[in-house]
Structure formats: structure tokens, C-alpha cells
């Protein structure tokens, strides 16, 4: 009877364990922020920022004003998860890996990003 009731328990466990790891996780998030600069319609200088971006997800940046099409530039990573920055949108073409906490100059062009 013992033995029967040990074997069920184990049975039902594993069948939990299975179930468990069949579900889809829960999307994660970068801590901290990202921030980019760019030029305004106006010819100002302004930040964009990403606060918790989405780990894993290529996030398009928005054109800058001042001329549709262009990048912004100078990224600084203040997350706890590395950026990868893309010249392109859809995060294609040349690259450059931002480990967190670390930034580049306004040389560095973007137009997407992913968390990793």
C-alpha cells in the first residue's frame, strides 16, 4: 500500500514538473534605462530613453525630427542587460554591442536596438 502511494506521489510530481515547463515563461524585462540622443524638427539637441525594455525583442527607435529616416546617436545603456544598437531599423545591418552600464559617442549611429 505504501509503495503504491509513493509511486502515485512521484507519478504526480513529474506529470507537475512536465506541465510547469511546457508553459510559456513570462516576457523579461532590462532593468534600468536606455538612452539615445537626436536632433528635434527644431535643431535641438534632445534624449529619447526605453525604460525596462524588453529583453530579446528588436525595438525600432523613432526617426528624429529633424530629418525622417536619420539616426539618433551617442547610446548609453544604464541597464543591467546588454545592447546590441543597429544602424538599421529591424535590427539589421552593421552593429555594435553595449555592455550594461557603458555608452558611445555621438559617432555611433542607431536606428534599433535589442536586449539580450
Do not use: H
Not at 547610446?75 to 544602424?87: E, H, I, L, Q, S
Request: glycine share 12%.
Amino acid at each position: 500500500m505504501f509503495l503504491r502511494s509513493a509511486t502515485a506521489a512521484i507519478g504526480a510530481a513529474a506529470s507537475a514538473l512536465v506541465l510547469v515547463m511546457a508553459l510559456p515563461g513570462s516576457a523579461s524585462a532590462a532593468t534600468g534605462q536606455f538612452r539615445y540622443t537626436y536632433t528635434t524638427e527644431e535643431g535641438y539637441e534632445a534624449v529619447g530613453f526605453l525604460n525596462r525594455p524588453d529583453s530579446g525583442k528588436c525595438i525600432d527607435l523613432p526617426a528624429p525630427g529633424s530629418a525622417p529616416g536619420s539616426a539618433s546617436r551617442a547610446p548609453k545603456n544604464r541597464t543591467d542587460a546588454t545592447a546590441t544598437v543597429f544602424v538599421n531599423a529591424g535590427c539589421e545591418g552593421a552593429y555594435y554591442v553595449l555592455p550594461p552600464g557603458k555608452g558611445a559617442g555621438d559617432r555611433l549611429q542607431l536606428r534599433s536596438v535589442v536586449f539580450s
